[in-house]
């Protein structure tokens, strides 16, 4: 039996009504829309802030009742559905915990929102670099060393910002040591947990950072939870902030005309995970090792395991992960990134009542890696990228690098010079070079094998005319 939805059940209770509209949105029950059938179907239940259907900027009704459960569920204070992704929860906790000009720990490798949030909330950043994780490759999680140094020397930070899991699913329970001591110090602690949406469904799962006493976390309920693209969970737990507060910026950084689609989908979302059971966890851990077996067969294909159970990441011998995304492609298998080494796999959350077509992905698996071996490997180089100083600031501060002019020139020439743009490679979305940051040599280095191995950017950059943003001498 399905869960309570208030939500969903809201929407179904106004669809039977036969009702209509004189109201916006104006395709009007999908009447007036020229998109295909079962889209134009699905816009009947596109609806606005109607009688019956609360109002998403003060809930009062059914909205406040979808909201509670969310709260019980991941045994919170406060929990709120948002409708612009883990991005927008991640601007309004930034916003606010801290002001113009007031110092804020971040982790270096933190996803690209966080950081437009410093740079709109004009805030100082104190960055804190993360582990290099040999498992995964990757740059991981802040040791609690490194964030004791951090608030020793900075202890009037308003907050500690860090992104636990990691993209890749790595998520160590150091997490709870340093929560504790932020605590101490009275700081809050805010975590992206855009990756951990689905940590409350198991304890087979790694726990979620509510679990570890974080003040505010955010999770992309879209990533791993059946919700709708763009729907995202925020929750609230404090004794050092104000909820109204986070509230308020809710309020002002997301749309007045929330998607009710996205707020039912955020609803069904939350009832799966409360009615996930040790059967599901069972089921789901069982297909998952036939798979990851069947995989293994393949000559030449490693699997990787991580903490969390939901990703696995897959390398093909000697070739760099976007060769092997496209051999992947070819066979219609769509991976959630790729890197120099490998692809990473977000799996389904599968209940005991799913199928999923294993056998025949593994058989075009093996066909994909057949048909890659026939083209040289380009071979991911073995050097560890160089992790930067422990504790950094920035060479100029947000105020003063946007009083700046900008030039663009060639970016081996730009070692030493202040980045005046992020240089983001996408996935996974964390920026390489952050706007005020002094570019390193170990920053080109890697700049160079991202693009040598053909990945993409984001940001202000013209990398094909291999150039770069930097403030003019
Ligand atoms: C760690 C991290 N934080 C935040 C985001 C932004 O999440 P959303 O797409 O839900 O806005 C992402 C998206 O990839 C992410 O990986």
Redesign the pocket.
């Known amino acids: 039996m399905l869960e309570k939805r208030p939500l969903v059940e809201a929407l179904e209770n106004f669809h039977k009504q036969r009702s209509i509209s004189f109201h916006v949105p104006g395709h009007k029950n999908g009447l007036l829309s020229n998109l295909p059938k079962v889209m134009k179907e699905t816009m009947r239940y596109d609806l606005t802030e109607l009688c019956g259907l609360d109002d998403y900027h003060h809930p009062e009704d059914a909205i406040k009742e979808a909201e509670r459960l969310l709260s019980d569920t991941y045994e919170t204070q406060k929990s709120f559905f948002l409708v612009n992704?883990?991005?927008v929860g991640?601007l309004a906790m930034i916003y606010a915990t801290c002001q113009f000009g007031e110092q804020i720990i971040v982790q270096r490798n933190a996803?690209k929102?966080i950081f437009h949030a410093i740079e709109l909330v004009g805030a100082e950043p104190i960055f804190v670099s993360p582990e290099w994780d040999e498992r995964t490759k990757t740059a991981s999680y802040v040791p609690l060393e490194v964030i004791s140094k951090a608030i020793h020397q900075y202890p009037m930070a308003k907050a500690v910002i860090l992104?636990y899991p990691s993209?890749y699913g790595v998520a160590s329970s150091e997490l709870k040591d340093i929560i504790d001591l932020c605590h101490v110090n009275n700081i809050p602690v805010l975590v992206?947990e855009?990756?951990g949406a689905h940590f409350r469904a198991n304890k087979g799962y790694p726990k979620s950072a509510l679990m570890y006493g974080a003040d505010v976390v955010v999770q992309?309920a879209?990533?791993t939870l059946p919700a709708l693209t763009?729907g995202?969970f925020l929750h609230f737990n404090s004794n050092f902030l104000e909820v109204s507060t986070i509230n308020k910026y809710l309020r002002m950084l997301q749309s007045s005309s929330p998607s009710y689609l996205l707020l039912a989908s955020l609803d069904d979302a939350r009832s799966y995970v409360d009615s996930y059971n040790e059967v599901d966890f069972k089921y789901f851990m069982d297909r998952r090792t036939l798979f990851m077996n069947s995989l293994e067969t393949i000559p030449c294909l490693e699997v990787v395991q991580v903490d969390d159970p939901l990703k696995l990441l897959i390398r093909v011998g000697k070739y760099a992960g976007f060769q092997v995304q496209k051999a992947f492609e070819a066979q219609n298998i769509y991976v959630e990134l790729a890197d120099t080494h490998q692809v990473l796999f977000i799996l389904p959350l599968l209940k005991g009542e799913h199928e999923y077509p294993f056998a025949d992905i593994r058989k075009r698996i093996k066909y994909a890696v057949d048909e890659l071996r026939k083209e040289e490997p380009n071979s991911p180089s073995e050097v560890q990228p160089i992790i930067q100083h422990s504790i950094s600031t920035l060479h100029m501060s947000v105020g003063v690098l946007s009083g700046k002019r900008g030039e663009w020139i060639p970016y081996v020439r730009s070692i030493g010079r202040i980045a005046k743009a992020m240089v983001i490679p996408y996935?996974?979305?964390i920026p390489l070079i952050i706007a005020g940051e002094k570019i390193t040599v170990s920053m080109l280095t890697e700049l160079e094998e991202w693009l040598e191995k053909g990945a993409v950017f984001q940001g202000e950059h013209r990398l094909a005319e291999k150039l770069i943003y930097v403030v003019e001498d």
Do not use: E, I, Q
Request: proline share 11%.
């Open positions: 992704g883990t991005t991640n996803h929102s992104t993209y992206d855009a990756h992309s879209h990533k763009m995202s996935p996974p979305g």
